[in-house]
Antibody
Framework: QVTLRESGPALVKPTQTLTLTCTFS??????????VSWIRQPPGKALEWLAL???????YYSTSLKTRLTISKDTSKNQVVLTMTNMDPVDTATYYC???????????????WGQGTLVTVSS | SYVLTQPPSVSVAPGQTARITCGGN??????VHWYQQKPGQAPVLVVY???DRPSGIPERFSGSNSGNTATLTISRVEAGDEADYYC???????????FGGGTKLTVL
């Protein structure tokens, strides 16, 4: 059974750096074809893809947020970490991690999601 | 960057067929994935690779993709299908994930 759980602060101040951890079980991120992504959703708004790390440590970032994001993995701990610098109130959102698969032609989709963690940015 | 366009809302009576579209430039050349999200819950994958269903997803959910439009079709709609639906692609030209703006399905 695949499970993912996001953890991190519920409240951060503007300009601070956010660090979120995705702890997972039921799969290994060292297995070929696996990937983990971070996706966020501001209250009442649509899903927004943020970043993704593949089993072979390839990393991909949203163009608009690339300068602020870093994704990394610790295979031995079954964790993926996302850091986002210079937080702003517009970054208030529920942040999800999701396990994906790298399918034919390189497409990626997300079949297992964590329950999400709400991060509020406010002074 | 690649853009996916969905109608904000679709309404359908119980037992009827709902069709939710996802528009994108030559989207037919990409694999499209669909997610269902109910209030307060994480998204659930309902269709992947245009038309495949994960295990546990009813056959009432199907997908198609051609030209500039992908479509999620829900047959024999039930009250429990009321949710937000999102399409998603992986844009290989930029190596980015892309989500549509979401469609709220209302069961009348």
């Amino acid at each position: 059974q695949v499970t993912l759980r996001e953890s991190g602060p519920a409240l951060v101040k503007p300009t601070q750096t956010l660090t979120l951890t995705c702890t997972f079980s039921g799969f290994s991120l060292s297995t070929s074809g696996m990937c983990v992504s971070w996706i966020r959703q501001p209250p009442g708004k649509a899903l927004e893809w943020l970043a993704l790390i593949d089993w072979d440590d390839d990393k991909y970032y949203s163009t608009s947020l690339k300068t602020r994001l870093t994704i990394s993995k610790d295979t031995s701990k079954n964790q993926v970490v996302l850091t986002m610098t210079n937080m702003d109130p517009v970054d208030t959102a529920t942040y999800y991690c999701a396990r994906g698969s790298i399918a034919a032609a390189g497409t990626r989709y997300f079949q297992h999601w964590g329950q999400g963690t709400l991060v509020t940015v406010s002074s | 960057s690649y853009v996916l366009t969905q109608p904000p809302s679709v309404s359908v009576a119980p037992g009827q067929t709902a069709r939710i579209t996802c528009g994108g430039n030559n989207i037919g050349s990409k694999s499209v994935h669909w997610y269902q999200q109910k209030p307060g819950q994480a998204p659930v994958l309902v269709v992947y690779d245009d038309s495949d269903r994960p295990s546990g997803i009813p056959e009432r959910f199907s997908g198609s993709n051609s030209g500039n439009t992908a479509t999620l079709t829900i047959s024999r709609v039930e009250a429990g299908d009321e949710a937000d639906y999102y399409c998603q692609v992986w844009d290989s030209s930029s190596d980015h994930g892309v989500f549509g703006g979401g469609t709220k399905l209302t069961v009348l």
